[in-house]
């Protein structure tokens, strides 16, 4: 008995500080709410804030690409000043000019014609930037996707949690059991050394579980990049998400999903890219060109003031290139190849969609049983593990069988915990699939 009591000891001695440890950390968490995990991640995450930058940037350039349409325009102004000797025909003649020259000029170029090419290189800019546009809605959904699996994890090591601290109670229940048995002598000792090490078993549980709670809670606080710890609200714990979309209107959904029509926007680019290569290296390029200077010696921006020179050039030029050492047969081939490799993902991308979303359905619904099957399969060992241990009290049952009960109530409720992970990423996958909520 002295034996039994020192194990009892050791156990509680070793396992409390970590279990009061761990509570405390666990404790000082700020609870948040999905939605706004999902924007505060959205916000600071870097892939998203790159997804953005590149929205503007593309603004840009799609204004850049339409802008070519109008002519360029551009000032200058110079001075200089000469003093010294000149050496002609071997004789030294000092500078005998004016020291200081002055100048200023105007230049404007217009493209008069060039095929095409500007009007499919603006089309290219378009397409690129709604490929920007969905790139950026697969990025919020791609985050999006990781901060739910984060605060799932958070629920699922919750939970895990809880069910280790229900097995503490039932290890408690039946080392009471076992040393009231043990004490009038209706059980040997071994049964005792057992129940204590099952109730350190279950402690031990208990603490992975909640060391699994602060890395969850640590993992989470990264993604939406929280100057304290935050974890998941305690309500969610038994929530399952729903799924109220037909299986119609979600295979229509993912037809149209941001990553299909990324692919489409980029197949448009490339394609107006061919287009514009070609126009801009077969086909003739005019330019109408302005060039109006003036040079004086007398001060800057001299625009007809003061003695000086003035001169004013209109041109107009075309040019072909006759042959650039296959440059244009190599730059032609390229962009027919993209357009070709574009096509390609846009059919594979069409493909996966279905796919993907064949296999996230399935392990949704597979999910979704599972919770309902493990909920009563929980019930049921919850009355057995109660049967036996009472039955064990009495002295009708070995503490076997007691053990036995305790690992199925266990291993339930782990089956349940899982399938409510699966359930809860799976239909968050299926909303990041489809570029959309569905509540």
């Known amino acids: 008995m002295r034996l039994f009591r020192n194990c009892i000891a050791v156990v509680a001695i070793m396992l409390s500080p970590a279990l009061a440890a761990a509570q405390q950390q666990g404790d000082r968490a700020r609870p ?14 870097p892939v998203t804030v790159t997804a953005r930058n590149a929205l503007r940037t593309g603004r840009l350039a799609e204004m850049n690409a339409l802008g070519q349409y109008l002519p360029s325009v551009s000032v200058s102004s110079y001075a200089y000043n000469t003093s010294g000797a000149t050496l002609f025909q071997g004789q030294v003649y000092p500078y005998n000019g004016p ?34 546009a969905e790139n950026e809605t697969l990025q919020r959904y791609g985050v999006g996707l990781a901060v739910k699996q984060q605060y799932y994890t958070v629920l699922q090591a919750r939970e895990l949690e809880a069910a280790g601290a229900s097995a503490v109670e039932a290890a408690q229940v039946t080392l009471n059991y076992a040393s009231a ?70 295979t229509r959904m993912a037809d149209e999903g941001p990553a299909v029509r990324q692919a489409v926007a980029a197949f448009e ?39 000086g020179s003035s001169n004013t050039q209109y041109t107009l030029s075309a040019s072909y290139p006759i042959f650039n050492n296959f440059a244009r047969e190599l730059t032609a081939m390229q962009s027919a190849v993209a357009e070709d490799n574009a096509e390609a993902n846009l059919r594979d991308a069409r493909f ?33 593990l109660t049967a036996t241990q009472t039955r064990y009290g009495l002295g009708a049952a070995a503490y076997l069988d007691v053990l036995t009960s305790q690992t199925v109530l266990d291993a339930q409720r782990t089956a349940l915990i899982n399938a409510r992970f699966t359930a809860r990423t799976a239909k968050a996958a299926i909303e990041a699939f489809v570029g959309r909520d569905l509540k």
């Open 32 to 45: 948040i709410s999905l939605d706004e995990a999902v924007r505060l991640a959205q916000l600071n995450s």
């Open 99 to 132: 020291p200081w020259n002055f100048g200023d000029g105007v230049n404007a170029g217009l493209l008069l014609l060039d095929g095409g090419q500007r009007w499919f290189g603006y089309r290219a800019a378009q397409a690129n930037q709604r490929s920007y």
């Open 181 to 250: 048995r043990v004490k009038v002598g209706a059980a040997v000792r071994t049964d005792s050394l057992k129940a204590a090490v099952q109730m350190g078993t279950a402690r031990l549980a208990l603490i992975n579980a909640r060391a699994s709670l602060r890395d969850a809670n640590a993992a989470l606080t990264r993604l939406v990049a929280s100057n304290v710890q935050v974890t998941a609200i305690a309500a969610d714990t038994n929530d399952v998400p729903r799924l109220d979309v037909d299986d119609a209107t979600l």
């Open 269 to 307: 680019a490339s394609k107006a890219t061919r287009r514009s290569t070609i126009t801009g290296t077969y086909i003739p390029q005019i330019r109408l060109g302005y060039n109006y200077g003036i040079s004086t010696t007398s001060s800057y921006f001299n625009w007809g003031g003061g003695p």
């Open 352 to 384: 996966n969609a279905r796919a993907n979303l064949a296999t996230l359905l399935d392990q949704y619904r597979t999910a979704i049983e599972t919770i309902n099957l493990q909920q009563l399969q929980i019930a049921a060992a919850q009355e057995d």
